[in-house]
Protein backbone atom coordinates (compact mmCIF):
# COMPACT_ATOMS: atom_id res chain seq x y z
CA UNK A 1 0.00 0.00 0.00
CA UNK A 2 2.90 2.85 0.93
CA UNK A 3 4.42 1.36 -2.16
CA UNK A 4 1.33 1.93 -4.24
CA UNK A 5 0.79 5.42 -2.99
CA UNK A 6 4.43 6.37 -4.15
CA UNK A 7 3.69 5.75 -7.16
CA UNK A 8 0.68 7.66 -7.29
CA UNK A 9 2.34 10.73 -5.60
CA UNK A 10 5.31 10.24 -8.37
CA UNK A 11 2.43 10.13 -11.37
CA UNK A 12 0.41 12.88 -9.66
CA UNK A 13 3.88 14.54 -10.51
CA UNK A 14 4.81 13.71 -13.58
CA UNK A 15 1.65 14.23 -14.92
CA UNK A 16 1.44 18.07 -12.97
CA UNK A 17 4.57 18.73 -14.74
CA UNK A 18 4.13 17.31 -18.50
CA UNK A 19 1.05 19.55 -18.15
CA UNK A 20 2.69 22.64 -17.20
CA UNK A 21 5.47 22.57 -19.62
CA UNK A 22 2.61 22.18 -22.20
CA UNK A 23 0.64 24.89 -21.40
CA UNK A 24 4.14 26.95 -21.59
CA UNK A 25 4.57 25.67 -25.12
CA UNK A 26 1.40 26.26 -26.02
CA UNK A 27 1.46 29.64 -24.08
CA UNK A 28 4.50 30.56 -26.51
CA UNK A 29 3.39 28.62 -29.71
CA UNK A 30 0.88 31.75 -29.86
CA UNK A 31 3.29 34.51 -28.99
CA UNK A 32 4.35 36.59 -32.28
CA UNK A 33 8.46 36.87 -31.12
CA UNK A 34 10.64 38.80 -33.40
CA UNK A 35 12.94 36.84 -35.77
CA UNK A 36 15.83 35.46 -35.44
CA UNK A 37 18.40 32.62 -36.08
CA UNK A 38 17.36 29.52 -34.68
CA UNK A 39 19.35 28.32 -31.26
CA UNK A 40 21.59 25.46 -30.71
CA UNK A 41 20.42 23.81 -26.87
CA UNK A 42 22.20 25.18 -24.63
CA UNK A 43 24.46 27.91 -25.69
CA UNK A 44 21.46 29.16 -27.86
CA UNK A 45 22.56 31.87 -30.23
CA UNK A 46 26.25 32.57 -28.62
CA UNK A 47 28.09 30.86 -31.37
CA UNK A 48 27.03 33.37 -33.51
CA UNK A 49 28.26 36.71 -31.20
CA UNK A 50 31.20 35.66 -29.07
CA UNK A 51 33.81 37.35 -30.97
CA UNK A 52 36.43 40.47 -30.73
CA UNK A 53 33.62 42.84 -32.35
CA UNK A 54 30.25 41.64 -30.87
CA UNK A 55 28.66 45.21 -32.48
CA UNK A 56 29.57 44.30 -35.80
CA UNK A 57 28.32 40.36 -35.24
CA UNK A 58 25.15 41.76 -34.26
CA UNK A 59 25.02 44.13 -36.58
CA UNK A 60 25.81 41.82 -39.38
CA UNK A 61 22.97 40.03 -38.14
CA UNK A 62 20.53 42.78 -38.32
CA UNK A 63 20.88 42.91 -41.88
CA UNK A 64 19.28 39.37 -42.97
CA UNK A 65 16.64 39.41 -39.86
CA UNK A 66 15.60 43.09 -39.21
CA UNK A 67 15.86 46.53 -37.38
CA UNK A 68 14.29 44.35 -34.08
CA UNK A 69 15.65 40.76 -33.87
CA UNK A 70 15.26 38.34 -30.93
CA UNK A 71 18.68 35.88 -30.30
CA UNK A 72 18.48 33.66 -27.46
CA UNK A 73 22.11 33.99 -25.18
CA UNK A 74 22.44 30.25 -23.19
CA UNK A 75 19.45 30.71 -20.81
CA UNK A 76 18.27 34.22 -21.79
CA UNK A 77 16.00 35.89 -24.50
CA UNK A 78 17.85 38.86 -25.98
CA UNK A 79 16.30 41.56 -28.40
CA UNK A 80 18.45 43.85 -30.40
CA UNK A 81 17.17 46.72 -31.65
CA UNK A 82 19.39 48.26 -34.91
CA UNK A 83 17.20 51.27 -36.34
CA UNK A 84 16.07 54.78 -35.16
CA UNK A 85 12.26 53.47 -35.22
CA UNK A 86 13.47 50.57 -32.95
CA UNK A 87 15.71 53.07 -30.84
CA UNK A 88 12.23 55.48 -30.01
CA UNK A 89 10.27 52.26 -29.00
CA UNK A 90 13.05 50.93 -26.31
CA UNK A 91 14.24 53.58 -25.18
CA UNK A 92 10.57 56.09 -24.95
CA UNK A 93 7.69 55.19 -26.10
CA UNK A 94 8.12 52.27 -23.59
CA UNK A 95 10.70 53.38 -21.83
CA UNK A 96 9.48 52.72 -18.15
CA UNK A 97 9.11 49.06 -19.03
CA UNK A 98 13.09 48.72 -20.26
CA UNK A 99 14.37 51.03 -17.30
CA UNK A 100 15.99 48.04 -15.55
CA UNK A 101 19.35 46.30 -15.70
CA UNK A 102 20.14 42.41 -15.90
CA UNK A 103 22.37 40.97 -13.05
CA UNK A 104 25.55 40.42 -14.35
CA UNK A 105 29.03 39.47 -12.83
CA UNK A 106 30.42 42.40 -13.60
CA UNK A 107 27.47 44.41 -11.78
CA UNK A 108 28.01 42.13 -8.64
CA UNK A 109 32.11 42.59 -8.95
CA UNK A 110 32.67 45.77 -10.49
CA UNK A 111 29.69 48.07 -9.58
CA UNK A 112 29.30 46.99 -5.47
CA UNK A 113 26.21 44.35 -6.44
CA UNK A 114 24.37 47.07 -8.82
CA UNK A 115 24.49 49.80 -5.72
CA UNK A 116 25.82 51.93 -7.80
CA UNK A 117 23.64 54.28 -10.89
CA UNK A 118 24.62 52.89 -14.57
CA UNK A 119 24.34 49.61 -13.00
CA UNK A 120 21.15 49.36 -10.48
CA UNK A 121 18.08 48.34 -11.35
CA UNK A 122 15.02 50.09 -11.58
CA UNK A 123 13.68 50.82 -7.82
CA UNK A 124 13.79 53.39 -5.28
CA UNK A 125 17.78 53.15 -4.99
CA UNK A 126 18.20 53.71 -8.49
CA UNK A 127 15.76 56.23 -7.92
CA UNK A 128 17.18 58.41 -5.77
CA UNK A 129 20.86 58.45 -6.68
CA UNK A 130 19.39 59.52 -10.19
CA UNK A 131 17.90 62.45 -8.50
CA UNK A 132 21.45 63.09 -6.51
CA UNK A 133 22.89 63.09 -10.14
CA UNK A 134 20.42 65.50 -11.85
CA UNK A 135 19.56 67.48 -8.64
CA UNK A 136 22.98 67.98 -6.67
CA UNK A 137 26.08 66.98 -8.55
CA UNK A 138 25.03 67.88 -12.39
CA UNK A 139 23.25 70.99 -12.47
CA UNK A 140 24.66 73.75 -13.90
CA UNK A 141 25.39 75.78 -11.14
CA UNK A 142 28.02 72.83 -10.07
CA UNK A 143 29.39 72.59 -13.43
CA UNK A 144 29.91 76.64 -13.51
CA UNK A 145 31.84 76.09 -10.08
CA UNK A 146 34.11 73.37 -11.51
CA UNK A 147 35.37 75.82 -14.86
CA UNK A 148 38.18 77.16 -13.22
CA UNK A 149 39.19 73.39 -12.83
CA UNK A 150 38.50 72.70 -16.34
CA UNK A 151 40.38 75.90 -17.62
CA UNK A 152 43.47 75.00 -15.50
CA UNK A 153 43.55 71.09 -16.41
CA UNK A 154 43.08 72.67 -20.18
CA UNK A 155 45.75 74.87 -19.59
CA UNK A 156 47.84 71.86 -18.25
CA UNK A 157 47.26 69.86 -21.08
CA UNK A 158 48.17 71.87 -23.85
CA UNK A 159 51.65 72.85 -21.98
CA UNK A 160 52.33 68.81 -21.78
CA UNK A 161 51.52 68.37 -25.73
CA UNK A 162 53.56 71.41 -26.35
CA UNK A 163 56.72 70.22 -23.80
CA UNK A 164 56.34 66.46 -26.07
CA UNK A 165 56.36 67.43 -29.03
CA UNK A 166 59.08 66.00 -31.25
CA UNK A 167 59.58 62.97 -28.70
CA UNK A 168 58.02 59.78 -29.00
CA UNK A 169 54.92 59.81 -26.63
CA UNK A 170 51.48 58.05 -26.72
CA UNK A 171 48.78 60.90 -27.42
CA UNK A 172 46.33 58.85 -25.72
CA UNK A 173 47.81 59.12 -22.34
CA UNK A 174 47.69 63.32 -22.91
CA UNK A 175 44.01 62.55 -23.11
CA UNK A 176 43.57 59.90 -20.33
CA UNK A 177 45.22 62.43 -18.21
CA UNK A 178 43.63 65.49 -19.17
CA UNK A 179 40.41 63.85 -18.78
CA UNK A 180 40.86 61.96 -15.54
CA UNK A 181 42.89 65.28 -13.73
CA UNK A 182 39.57 67.20 -14.81
CA UNK A 183 37.32 63.88 -13.01
CA UNK A 184 39.54 63.84 -9.84
CA UNK A 185 39.36 67.27 -8.75
CA UNK A 186 35.72 67.53 -9.56
CA UNK A 187 35.27 64.09 -7.42
CA UNK A 188 37.89 63.89 -5.29
CA UNK A 189 38.85 67.36 -5.15
CA UNK A 190 42.89 66.74 -6.46
CA UNK A 191 44.28 65.25 -8.85
CA UNK A 192 45.86 61.39 -8.45
CA UNK A 193 49.11 62.19 -9.28
CA UNK A 194 51.16 59.40 -8.12
CA UNK A 195 48.46 56.82 -9.07
CA UNK A 196 47.02 58.30 -12.30
CA UNK A 197 48.36 55.77 -14.26
CA UNK A 198 47.21 52.79 -11.70
CA UNK A 199 43.85 54.43 -11.84
CA UNK A 200 43.58 54.89 -15.64
CA UNK A 201 44.33 51.47 -15.94
CA UNK A 202 41.17 50.35 -13.47
CA UNK A 203 39.19 52.51 -15.48
CA UNK A 204 39.86 50.72 -18.80
CA UNK A 205 39.62 47.40 -16.94
CA UNK A 206 36.28 48.30 -15.63
CA UNK A 207 34.78 49.37 -19.05
CA UNK A 208 36.68 46.24 -20.90
CA UNK A 209 35.08 43.88 -18.34
CA UNK A 210 31.56 45.60 -18.11
CA UNK A 211 31.00 45.28 -21.35
CA UNK A 212 32.43 41.79 -22.61
CA UNK A 213 29.85 38.78 -23.42
CA UNK A 214 30.75 36.45 -19.65
CA UNK A 215 29.32 33.08 -20.90
CA UNK A 216 28.82 33.04 -17.09
CA UNK A 217 26.31 35.10 -17.33
CA UNK A 218 23.99 33.61 -19.69
CA UNK A 219 24.58 29.59 -19.15
CA UNK A 220 24.30 30.17 -14.81
CA UNK A 221 25.23 26.78 -14.23
CA UNK A 222 28.88 26.91 -15.76
CA UNK A 223 29.62 30.23 -14.56
CA UNK A 224 32.36 28.82 -11.53
CA UNK A 225 33.71 27.77 -14.28
CA UNK A 226 34.70 31.07 -15.63
CA UNK A 227 36.00 29.75 -18.96
CA UNK A 228 37.24 33.09 -20.24
CA UNK A 229 38.89 34.02 -17.43
CA UNK A 230 36.65 37.39 -16.78
CA UNK A 231 35.44 36.42 -13.19
CA UNK A 232 38.75 36.35 -11.88
CA UNK A 233 39.76 39.52 -13.52
CA UNK A 234 36.23 41.14 -12.16
CA UNK A 235 37.33 39.86 -8.71
CA UNK A 236 40.76 40.96 -9.03
CA UNK A 237 39.62 44.69 -10.16
CA UNK A 238 37.00 44.69 -7.47
CA UNK A 239 40.18 44.88 -4.68
CA UNK A 240 41.74 47.62 -6.42
CA UNK A 241 38.74 49.97 -6.51
CA UNK A 242 37.59 49.20 -3.36
CA UNK A 243 41.24 50.08 -2.06
CA UNK A 244 41.35 53.14 -3.62
CA UNK A 245 37.76 54.43 -2.69
CA UNK A 246 37.70 53.31 0.90
CA UNK A 247 41.42 55.35 0.97
CA UNK A 248 39.51 58.57 -0.47
CA UNK A 249 36.42 58.39 1.74
CA UNK A 250 38.45 58.18 5.17
CA UNK A 251 40.42 61.06 3.93
CA UNK A 252 37.07 63.26 2.98
CA UNK A 253 35.78 62.36 6.38
CA UNK A 254 39.06 63.40 8.15
CA UNK A 255 39.36 66.73 6.53
CA UNK A 256 35.59 67.29 7.45
CA UNK A 257 37.50 67.28 11.00
CA UNK A 258 39.21 70.51 9.54
CA UNK A 259 38.09 74.05 10.63
CA UNK A 260 38.99 75.34 7.26
CA UNK A 261 37.20 72.80 5.29
CA UNK A 262 34.06 74.98 5.18
CA UNK A 263 36.13 77.76 3.37
CA UNK A 264 36.63 75.28 0.83
CA UNK A 265 34.90 74.74 -2.76
CA UNK A 266 33.25 71.05 -1.99
CA UNK A 267 33.82 68.43 -4.52
CA UNK A 268 30.91 65.67 -5.33
CA UNK A 269 31.88 63.00 -2.73
CA UNK A 270 32.07 65.55 -0.29
CA UNK A 271 28.50 66.29 -1.47
CA UNK A 272 27.62 62.49 -0.89
CA UNK A 273 28.99 62.39 2.30
CA UNK A 274 26.86 65.57 3.35
CA UNK A 275 23.53 63.76 1.66
CA UNK A 276 24.54 60.47 3.90
CA UNK A 277 24.19 62.41 6.77
CA UNK A 278 20.74 63.67 6.09
CA UNK A 279 19.15 62.19 9.55
CA UNK A 280 15.66 62.07 6.93
CA UNK A 281 16.75 61.08 3.20
CA UNK A 282 14.80 59.12 1.04
CA UNK A 283 16.57 56.53 1.29
CA UNK A 284 19.59 55.56 3.14
CA UNK A 285 22.85 56.55 1.06
CA UNK A 286 25.37 53.78 2.58
CA UNK A 287 29.03 53.76 2.16
CA UNK A 288 28.40 50.85 -0.46
CA UNK A 289 26.03 53.10 -2.51
CA UNK A 290 28.76 55.90 -2.21
CA UNK A 291 32.03 54.03 -3.37
CA UNK A 292 29.52 52.63 -6.01
CA UNK A 293 28.11 55.59 -7.30
CA UNK A 294 31.69 57.53 -6.46
CA UNK A 295 32.80 54.94 -9.25
CA UNK A 296 30.29 55.67 -11.51
CA UNK A 297 31.45 59.37 -11.55
CA UNK A 298 35.04 58.71 -11.86
CA UNK A 299 34.60 55.95 -14.78
CA UNK A 300 32.19 57.70 -17.19
CA UNK A 301 33.26 61.18 -17.11
CA UNK A 302 37.32 59.62 -18.24
CA UNK A 303 37.38 56.96 -20.44
CA UNK A 304 34.42 58.43 -22.73
CA UNK A 305 35.63 61.27 -23.47
CA UNK A 306 39.36 60.04 -24.02
CA UNK A 307 37.86 57.62 -26.37
CA UNK A 308 35.91 60.11 -27.95
CA UNK A 309 38.55 62.40 -28.82
CA UNK A 310 41.23 60.00 -29.72
CA UNK A 311 38.99 59.09 -32.54
CA UNK A 312 38.52 62.60 -34.02
CA UNK A 313 41.57 62.94 -34.13
CA UNK A 314 42.51 59.69 -36.15
CA UNK A 315 39.71 60.92 -37.83
CA UNK A 316 41.16 64.40 -39.18
CA UNK A 317 44.50 62.72 -39.92
CA UNK A 318 43.34 60.55 -42.16
CA UNK A 319 41.21 63.13 -43.95
CA UNK A 320 43.48 66.29 -44.19
CA UNK A 321 40.81 68.25 -46.45
CA UNK A 322 38.70 67.93 -43.15
CA UNK A 323 41.42 68.96 -41.06
CA UNK A 324 42.13 72.49 -42.84
CA UNK A 325 38.77 73.18 -43.27
CA UNK A 326 38.37 72.96 -39.49
CA UNK A 327 41.58 74.75 -38.46
CA UNK A 328 40.51 77.30 -41.52
CA UNK A 329 37.38 78.21 -39.39
CA UNK A 330 39.45 78.26 -36.04
CA UNK A 331 41.96 81.25 -37.60
CA UNK A 332 38.50 83.27 -38.72
CA UNK A 333 36.47 82.77 -35.41
CA UNK A 334 39.22 82.70 -32.77
CA UNK A 335 42.06 84.43 -34.43
CA UNK A 336 45.63 83.42 -33.79
CA UNK A 337 46.10 85.07 -30.61
CA UNK A 338 44.60 82.76 -28.31
CA UNK A 339 43.32 79.90 -27.46
CA UNK A 340 39.59 78.59 -27.74
CA UNK A 341 37.37 78.76 -24.65
CA UNK A 342 34.21 76.94 -23.26
CA UNK A 343 32.47 80.11 -24.75
CA UNK A 344 33.83 80.11 -28.00
CA UNK A 345 32.22 76.45 -28.98
CA UNK A 346 28.69 77.62 -30.05
CA UNK A 347 30.52 80.02 -33.09
CA UNK A 348 32.51 76.84 -34.04
CA UNK A 349 29.69 74.97 -35.94
CA UNK A 350 32.38 72.63 -38.22
CA UNK A 351 34.24 71.63 -35.01
CA UNK A 352 30.82 70.62 -33.08
CA UNK A 353 29.82 68.89 -36.39
CA UNK A 354 33.21 66.71 -36.15
CA UNK A 355 32.21 65.74 -33.09
CA UNK A 356 28.46 65.25 -33.88
CA UNK A 357 30.13 62.60 -36.83
CA UNK A 358 32.79 61.17 -34.82
CA UNK A 359 29.94 60.03 -32.46
CA UNK A 360 27.92 58.75 -35.36
CA UNK A 361 30.83 56.39 -36.71
CA UNK A 362 32.45 55.63 -33.46
CA UNK A 363 29.95 55.87 -30.38
CA UNK A 364 31.75 55.54 -27.40
CA UNK A 365 29.19 52.73 -26.21
CA UNK A 366 27.92 51.13 -29.55
CA UNK A 367 25.41 48.77 -27.71
CA UNK A 368 24.55 51.35 -24.81
CA UNK A 369 24.15 49.54 -21.50
CA UNK A 370 21.85 46.72 -21.76
CA UNK A 371 18.42 47.45 -20.41
CA UNK A 372 15.97 44.63 -19.16
CA UNK A 373 12.16 44.04 -19.70
CA UNK A 374 10.42 44.74 -16.48
CA UNK A 375 6.70 43.30 -17.57
CA UNK A 376 5.49 41.44 -20.58
CA UNK A 377 4.97 43.84 -23.61
CA UNK A 378 4.15 44.74 -26.79
CA UNK A 379 6.79 46.31 -28.84
CA UNK A 380 6.05 46.97 -33.04
CA UNK A 381 3.71 44.28 -32.74
CA UNK A 382 5.83 41.80 -31.17
CA UNK A 383 5.58 40.11 -28.15
CA UNK A 384 8.71 40.86 -25.38
CA UNK A 385 8.65 38.93 -22.76
CA UNK A 386 9.51 39.71 -18.78
CA UNK A 387 12.75 39.35 -18.48
CA UNK A 388 14.37 39.45 -21.93
CA UNK A 389 17.75 41.56 -22.53
CA UNK A 390 17.79 44.61 -24.93
CA UNK A 391 20.16 46.21 -26.47
CA UNK A 392 20.37 48.80 -28.52
CA UNK A 393 23.21 49.58 -31.53
CA UNK A 394 24.01 52.21 -32.11
CA UNK A 395 26.84 51.50 -34.20
CA UNK A 396 24.36 50.32 -37.04
CA UNK A 397 21.99 52.99 -36.41
CA UNK A 398 25.30 54.91 -37.18
CA UNK A 399 25.53 53.25 -40.58
CA UNK A 400 22.41 53.04 -41.74
CA UNK A 401 21.85 53.52 -45.50
CA UNK A 402 18.39 55.37 -44.96
CA UNK A 403 19.68 57.74 -42.68
CA UNK A 404 22.74 58.54 -43.95
CA UNK A 405 24.45 59.74 -47.15
CA UNK A 406 27.93 57.45 -47.80
CA UNK A 407 27.33 56.19 -43.74
CA UNK A 408 30.79 54.42 -44.27
CA UNK A 409 32.88 57.74 -44.79
CA UNK A 410 33.72 60.48 -42.31
CA UNK A 411 31.45 63.52 -43.69
CA UNK A 412 31.23 66.17 -40.86
CA UNK A 413 29.52 68.52 -43.28
CA UNK A 414 26.31 66.56 -43.10
CA UNK A 415 25.91 67.98 -39.64
CA UNK A 416 25.81 71.97 -40.80
CA UNK A 417 22.84 73.51 -40.65
CA UNK A 418 21.22 70.31 -39.35
CA UNK A 419 18.77 70.50 -36.18
CA UNK A 420 20.92 67.49 -34.18
CA UNK A 421 21.76 67.09 -30.78
CA UNK A 422 23.24 64.11 -28.50
CA UNK A 423 20.77 65.01 -25.78
CA UNK A 424 18.32 61.95 -26.47
CA UNK A 425 15.71 63.63 -28.23
CA UNK A 426 17.48 62.85 -31.49
CA UNK A 427 17.44 59.02 -32.24
CA UNK A 428 19.74 59.29 -34.97
CA UNK A 429 22.73 60.21 -32.50
CA UNK A 430 22.78 58.29 -28.91
CA UNK A 431 26.28 58.24 -28.05
CA UNK A 432 24.64 59.11 -24.25
CA UNK A 433 21.81 57.23 -24.56
CA UNK A 434 18.17 58.65 -23.98
CA UNK A 435 15.02 58.45 -21.99
CA UNK A 436 15.34 57.32 -17.76
CA UNK A 437 18.71 55.40 -18.13
CA UNK A 438 20.75 58.50 -20.18
CA UNK A 439 23.74 59.37 -18.96
CA UNK A 440 23.28 62.75 -16.45
CA UNK A 441 26.62 63.97 -16.91
CA UNK A 442 26.46 64.19 -20.84
CA UNK A 443 26.66 68.40 -20.61
CA UNK A 444 30.18 68.20 -18.61
CA UNK A 445 31.63 64.82 -21.04
CA UNK A 446 30.92 67.19 -23.86
CA UNK A 447 32.46 69.76 -22.50
CA UNK A 448 35.74 67.92 -22.58
CA UNK A 449 35.64 66.91 -25.93
CA UNK A 450 34.80 69.74 -27.50
CA UNK A 451 37.28 72.48 -25.49
CA UNK A 452 39.99 69.88 -25.52
CA UNK A 453 39.82 68.95 -29.53
CA UNK A 454 39.29 72.40 -30.36
CA UNK A 455 42.40 73.40 -28.85
CA UNK A 456 44.32 70.59 -30.14
CA UNK A 457 43.54 71.87 -33.92
CA UNK A 458 44.01 75.36 -32.80
CA UNK A 459 47.29 75.51 -31.04
CA UNK A 460 49.52 73.14 -33.53
CA UNK A 461 49.83 71.75 -36.63
CA UNK A 462 49.82 67.43 -36.74
CA UNK A 463 50.97 65.61 -39.96
CA UNK A 464 51.92 61.53 -40.40
CA UNK A 465 55.39 60.61 -40.46
CA UNK A 466 57.51 59.64 -42.94
CA UNK A 467 54.97 60.57 -45.54
CA UNK A 468 52.63 57.95 -44.86
CA UNK A 469 49.56 57.65 -47.14
CA UNK A 470 46.60 59.10 -44.71
CA UNK A 471 44.57 55.79 -45.70
CA UNK A 472 47.32 53.57 -44.06
CA UNK A 473 45.85 55.05 -40.45
CA UNK A 474 45.09 51.90 -38.19
CA UNK A 475 41.59 52.03 -37.35
CA UNK A 476 40.35 48.99 -36.15
CA UNK A 477 38.74 48.92 -32.72
CA UNK A 478 38.79 47.06 -29.65
CA UNK A 479 35.53 46.68 -27.72
CA UNK A 480 34.05 46.54 -24.21
CA UNK A 481 31.41 49.12 -22.71
CA UNK A 482 33.36 51.79 -25.06
CA UNK A 483 35.02 50.77 -28.22
CA UNK A 484 39.05 52.44 -28.42
CA UNK A 485 41.21 52.57 -30.96
CA UNK A 486 42.95 49.02 -31.05
CA UNK A 487 46.72 50.49 -31.83
CA UNK A 488 46.51 54.24 -29.85
CA UNK A 489 47.70 57.44 -31.57
CA UNK A 490 51.36 58.06 -30.85
CA UNK A 491 53.85 60.87 -31.77
CA UNK A 492 57.00 58.97 -32.80
CA UNK A 493 59.03 59.25 -36.12
CA UNK A 494 60.46 55.56 -35.96
CA UNK A 495 57.23 53.48 -35.08
CA UNK A 496 55.08 52.50 -38.26
CA UNK A 497 51.13 53.94 -38.23
CA UNK A 498 52.11 56.37 -35.82
CA UNK A 499 51.98 60.10 -35.34
CA UNK A 500 54.23 62.70 -34.86
CA UNK A 501 53.17 66.60 -34.09
CA UNK A 502 55.01 69.53 -35.86
CA UNK A 503 55.17 72.84 -34.39
CA UNK A 504 54.99 75.46 -36.91
CA UNK A 505 55.30 79.27 -35.93
CA UNK A 506 51.96 80.25 -37.62
CA UNK A 507 50.38 77.91 -35.89
CA UNK A 508 52.80 77.61 -32.32
CA UNK A 509 51.12 79.41 -28.87
CA UNK A 510 53.06 80.58 -25.79
CA UNK A 511 51.74 78.84 -22.72
CA UNK A 512 52.06 81.40 -19.88
CA UNK A 513 52.99 78.95 -17.02
CA UNK A 514 53.14 81.39 -14.51
CA UNK A 515 49.55 82.13 -14.60
CA UNK A 516 48.27 80.84 -11.63
CA UNK A 517 44.70 81.42 -9.42
CA UNK A 518 41.07 80.51 -9.98
CA UNK A 519 41.07 82.69 -12.92
CA UNK A 520 43.73 81.20 -14.97
CA UNK A 521 43.49 80.75 -18.39
CA UNK A 522 45.71 79.43 -21.14
CA UNK A 523 45.89 83.27 -22.18
CA UNK A 524 48.53 83.48 -25.09
CA UNK A 525 50.34 85.49 -27.92
CA UNK A 526 50.81 84.61 -31.09
CA UNK A 527 55.04 83.24 -32.42
CA UNK A 528 56.33 85.99 -34.73
CA UNK A 529 56.75 83.79 -37.77
Not at 242 to 268: G, Q
Not at 398 to 421: C, N, S, Y
Not at 488 to 511: A, D, E, G
Amino acid sequence: MEADSWLLLAATILATSFLLLLKGFISRSRLKLPPGPKPWPIIGNLNLIIGSLPHQSIHDLSQTYGPMMQLQFGSFPVVIGSSVEMAREFLKIHDLNFASRPYTSAAKYTNYDQNDMSFAPYGPHWRHVRKICVMELFTMKRLDSFQYIRTEELHSFLSDVYASCGNPTVLKDHFSNFTLNHITRMVLGKKILDESEELNKIIEEWFVLNGVFNIGDFIPGINFLDLQGYVKRMKALKKKIDHFLELAIDEHIARKEDKLSKFMTKDMLDVLLQLADDPNPDLKLSRLRIKGLTMDLLAGGTDTSTTAIEWAMSELLKHPEIFEQATEELDRVIGRNRWVEETDIPNLPYIKSIMLETMRMHPVAPLLAPHLARENCKVHGYDILQGTRVYVNTWSIGRDPTLWDAPKEFRPGRFMGREIDVKGQHFELLPFGSGRRMCPGYNLGLKLIESGLANLLHGFTWELPNQMNPRDLNMEEVFGLSVPKKVPLKSSRSLYLSLVSLITPHRTMKLDKKIQGLSARPCTEAVPA
